[in-house]
């Protein structure tokens, strides 16, 4: 499975939707304007330290939001006992590439399209493989936060390589966000 961090691209995009300058950047990150260079020219890897303080320079730039600010609700939920058939209509029909599974109302799995692609390459038997249930082939559960956790944790935790985060008030799940939801949030707020 394929992790997406964030990348040198998306620093180099929040920066500008941010609209400062490396040196401007450099100075709210505590690091120097030309580790900023060379981590927008990708001529060095930075630490995970170093990432989120740049990070978290360009959300306070921004202003403070937080996880209920950017979620998107309600949360597709695909339930433990559904088959990968029921999982792939959903995806198609909401647009999305990930679900939470629940039991319970409760996050206990999830399901992500880029899992069933690698899945069904490996299968001798598609029609079998749509008709498996949910918890067969379901992953690990997406990483929670509450409605009040600020933008620039999120965004460490999507650099981590976590697909989704999703949102829970008093252990209801209340939305979701995924990395393109925290940019176009920014992108938004700069309007």
């Given at each position: ?8 691209e ?28 060379r ?10 330290s ?19 600010d950017?979620m998107?609700?309600?949360v ?10 029921r ?39 598609p029609?079998r493989f ?14 929670t ?29 209340i ?17």
């Open positions: 499975m394929s992790v997406k961090l964030i990348t040198v998306d620093i180099r995009r929040l920066r500008k939707i941010a609209g400062l300058t490396q040196k401007e950047l450099s100075k709210k990150a505590g690091v120097s304007q030309s580790l900023i260079a981590i927008e020219n990708n001529s060095v890897d930075p630490r995970l170093t990432v989120k303080k740049i990070v978290q320079a360009i959300v306070i730039a921004q202003g403070e939001r937080t996880a209920k950017v998107n609700s309600p597709i939920t695909i339930n433990v006992s559904d088959n990968v058939r999982a792939i209509e959903l995806m198609k029909k909401h647009d999305i590439s990930q679900i939470p599974v629940i039991k319970d109302s409760k996050n206990i799995g999830s399901i992500q399209e880029s899992s069933l692609v690698d899945r069904i390459v490996r299968s001798s038997n029609d749509f008709n498996t249930s949910i918890y067969e082939v379901m992953g690990e559960r997406f990483k936060v509450d409605p009040i956790t600020n933008i620039s944790d999120i965004l460490i935790l999507l650099s981590l390589g976590e697909p989704a985060i999703l949102v829970l008030e008093h252990e209801k799940i939305g979701i966000i995924t990395k393109i939801d925290v940019l176009s949030s920014i992108i938004h707020f700069e309007t």
